[in-house]
């Protein structure tokens, strides 16, 4: 698994370093893949937990929407993420309902039903494919010797709530 350290991280998401220390640390919205060795060494972060950061990023800058009351909804959708290839994301929707449960929509799906926020997960997963050199949805599987790290650059529909359990909802 590619894991980024903490100003990499900071690139990614938008966060500065004292924002990222404070989501990952001291409000524990979002918990860091790697804890930090010792004092003044960086956490790391895997492309699942920066592409949720992004999200709630984009929740509090756009829809000004308080982050502290989706803590646990955070950590399910992390924990979706990783159930997850990279590339089956691309061409994606991700949906937030009212009661904090999420959902994935293809892109030309149409959302019928209860109201929810939809996000489109292209241009985050874009933003990632970049700063993790994952492939996009263009290629089939990933490159032995990803390009970044040989030049020594940096290195279904479902549906699940804020709960202990997971549930799936029918076509």
């Not at 994606?92 to 039903?113: C, H, I, P």
Request: charged share 25%; with cysteine; proline share 4%.
């Amino acid at each position: 698994m590619r894991l980024v350290a903490t100003p990499v991280a900071c690139e990614l998401t938008g966060l500065s370093t004292d924002k990222l220390r404070e989501w990952t640390s001291r409000r524990a919205l979002v918990s860091v893949d790697v804890r930090p060795k010792r004092k003044g060494s960086p956490a790391k972060f895997s492309w699942q937990t920066i592409l949720v950061l992004r999200i709630a990023v984009l929740l509090r800058d756009q829809f000004s929407i308080e982050l502290q009351t989706h803590k646990a909804s955070f950590a399910i959708l992390r924990d979706e993420l990783r159930n997850r290839s990279f590339i089956s994301l691309w061409g994606q929707r991700l949906g937030l309902d009212s009661d904090g449960s999420w959902t994935f929509f293809e892109a030309n799906e149409k959302v019928l039903g209860a109201d929810v926020l939809l996000m489109e997960l292209d241009r985050h997963l874009a933003i990632l494919r970049d700063g993790f050199a994952l492939p996009d949805a263009n290629h089939a599987q990933m490159d032995l010797f990803s390009l970044p790290a040989t030049r020594g650059a940096h290195q279904d529909r479902a549906s699940f709530a804020p709960s202990t359990r997971h549930h799936r909802r029918s076509a």
